[in-house]
């Protein structure tokens, strides 16, 4: 297989994997059923895992098409823009911190999870105009922090234990 | 070796940090949220930003909210012994209706999917505080 056809491949079951990863989340009952949209970021573990693995490209290229799959799939239009707002400012703040090389995966993944949250708020908070929405800031900032370290480890695990070879 | 081994070392030191900075500043969140807030006195509706009504914490009433296009979209408030909750929608999520019950000032129930935000706040002048004499 040329290599090309192989990162083709690899990014294929990346996205169905974190397709699938996003099911599981979409059927698992909500964490924080207080607050709206409330997600662990699961699919998060294979982006994790991509953006050390592949760089920050591949990362935004899977991100991207699954949430784009995700909403055609079992989402609406509204949903699309919490959850690409939230996405993309975890996803540059990741992308800064593995560059500065001061964290390991696991501080990564929680101030990943935390920005995932507060974009997904600060969107809410410019759609809705309304600034009520700050109270939620603080239960996702604990949300985001302790899913962050599970999704961290996992994505830590994914890292050490997958060959570099795939 | 020795060089890795203290990379690892900074990089947990720098992760412990950060997780306990993010859990200070939720903790000095709740507290002003559980422990320095009042209770408000009156329930404001908005949609999509825009005043949709208000309603007094003290007076128990049911409020139906249509909102969309043709009024399709439901939103039932009630207001009850001075909590105010949504009964029941038709939105998708149903994140409104499994709310928590709201009276604290500030406090918010939100409706996403069909834009209707429930606010508890002090009306009034909100600028003075309650002095208890
Ligand atoms: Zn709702």
């Given at each position: 297989m040329?290599?090309?056809?192989k ?39 294979i982006?994790?895992?991509?953006l ?18 995700v ?96 | ?54 309603y ?49 000032d ?28």
């Amino acid at each position: 297989m040329s290599k090309k056809t192989k990162n083709v491949a690899f990014i294929g079951v990346c996205t169905a994997l974190a397709l699938v990863l996003s099911y599981i989340e979409a059927i698992l009952p909500p964490l924080f059923a207080a607050v709206p949209g409330i997600k662990m970021g699961l699919p998060n573990i294979i982006i994790m895992f991509l953006l050390y693995r592949r760089g920050p490209a591949a990362a935004i290229a899977v991100s991207l098409i699954r949430m784009l799959l995700v909403s055609l799939l079992f989402g609406n239009m509204m949903a699309l823009m919490y959850s690409l707002a939230g996405a993309m400012l975890s996803l540059i703040v990741m992308i800064i911190l593995r560059r500065l090389n001061f964290l390991s995966t696991v501080g990564v993944s929680v101030a990943g999870g935390v920005s995932h949250n507060i974009g997904q708020i600060l969107t809410a908070m410019l759609l809705l105009e309304t600034a009520e929405l700050g109270y939620y800031l603080v239960v996702l900032t604990i949300t985001g922090t302790v899913s962050g370290m599970l999704i961290g480890l996992c994505g830590a695990a994914l890292i050490k234990h997958i060959p570099n070879k795939i | 070796m020795k060089e890795k081994e203290n990379t690892v070392k900074r990089y947990v030191r720098n992760d412990i940090l950060l997780i306990l900075c993010l859990v200070l500043i939720a903790a000095i969140g709740l507290f002003y949220l559980y422990v320095l807030r009042d209770h408000g006195d009156t329930v404001r509706v908005t949609v999509d930003g825009k005043e949709y009504g208000n309603y007094s914490l003290s007076q128990d009433i049911t409020e139906d909210i249509y909102t969309g296009k043709d009024g399709e979209y439901h939103n039932r408030l009630v207001i009850k012994d001075g909590t105010a909750f949504m009964e029941s929608a038709n939105c998708p999520d149903g994140i409104c209706v499994e709310h928590s019950r709201v009276f604290r000032d500030g406090e918010s129930i939100v409706c996403l999917p069909h834009r209707v935000v429930i606010t508890v706040v002090t009306s009034g002048d909100s600028n003075t505080p309650d002095v208890v004499i």
